[in-house]
T-cell receptor, first 113, second 112 residues
């Protein structure tokens, strides 16, 4: 058990619908990352937070994607107007500081039909 | 920004044989380097990491990796592969004030 939990584990949605995922990091970790992983690929960086501040966003994160970490604890990733190309595993990870080992959650698998 | 290349998409080795998975990184300063393993349906598990000091690092499950600055490499090795090592392996590079970037992964198949 890595200590990072993600909810839900699986989500099937119709194209055009909005979805929201939640990540609860390890409690003393101040950095939280979101990644997207498609079949046969490595995790692709989406965004990360240090406490409640969103410090960097990948250009993969289109304007349909938004992430928040309002109190520096859990984080949410919302995808609006989902497209079939959004189907992927969304991974959350947390670290203590910027140089620590990243602990990953089990991921949320999104299927857009 | 940092980047990682894993040149081998898929490697097959016989059980008991030695293993080396290649990883090359690009980063302007001393990187933090990681190897993760992902089994089907499982999350990413850290095998080992390099931050500084001894360039040969030992990890879990009998794995080791060597940081070679001159070659910008951080190859993963294991002297004798077990069938349970079959999985996807990811190299990642990070920096203290930056995010962590992953390679595309190397899928390891172990023949009996």
């Amino acid at each position: 058990d890595t200590g990072v939990s993600q909810d839900p584990r699986h989500k099937i949605t119709k194209r055009g619908q909005n979805v929201t995922f939640r990540c609860d990091p390890i409690s003393e970790h101040n950095r939280l990352y979101w990644y997207r992983q498609t079949l046969g690929q490595g995790p692709e960086f989406l965004t990360y937070f240090q406490n409640e501040a969103q410090l960097e966003k990948s250009r993969l994160l289109s304007d349909r994607f938004s992430a928040e970490r309002p109190k520096g604890s859990f984080s949410t990733l919302e995808i609006q107007r989902t497209e079939q190309g959004d189907s992927a595993m969304y991974l959350c990870a947390s670290t203590r500081g910027g140089s620590g080992e990243a602990f990953f959650g089990q991921g949320t698998r999104l299927t857009v039909v | 920004a940092q980047s990682v290349t894993q040149p081998d998409i898929h490697i097959t080795v016989s059980e008991g044989a030695s293993l080396e998975l290649r990883c090359n990184y690009s980063y302007g300063a001393t990187p933090y380097l990681f190897w993760y393993v992902q089994s089907p349906g499982q999350g990413l598990q850290l095998l080992l990491k390099y931050f500084s000091g001894d360039t040969l690092v030992q990890g879990i499950k009998g794995f080791e990796a060597e940081f070679k600055r001159s070659q910008s490499s951080f190859n993963l090795r294991k002297p004798s592969v077990h069938w349970s090592d079959a999985a996807e392996y990811f190299c990642a590079v990070g920096a203290q004030n930056n995010d962590m970037r992953f390679g595309a992964g190397t899928r390891l198949t172990v023949k009996p």
